[in-house]
């Protein structure tokens, strides 16, 4: 992967398996981004993509909707 700071935010070896499987499709498509012209935009995209990511991996580790914070 072309190297941009935030890039280091999409490497998933380190997760779990159940969430290596969330965030490998996030990594493949962050490659795909990086292939773009280097500019603003692009790092916008990779911003979006990587909060994106996160919160796909907290929908996985989310408990039951039902819960509160007491």
């Known amino acids: 992967m072309d190297?941009?700071?935030?890039?280091?935010?999409?490497?998933?070896?380190?997760?779990p398996l159940e969430l290596q499987e969330v965030s490998a499709p996030f990594r493949s498509l962050a490659e795909k981004i990086l292939e773009l012209p280097r500019n603003p935009e692009r790092t916008v995209a990779l911003r979006k993509l990587l909060e994106s990511k996160d919160a796909a991996v907290r929908a996985r580790l989310a408990h039951d909707v039902g819960m509160t914070l007491k």
């Open 3 to 15: 190297y941009e700071h935030i890039t280091q935010f999409f490497v998933y070896d380190h997760l």
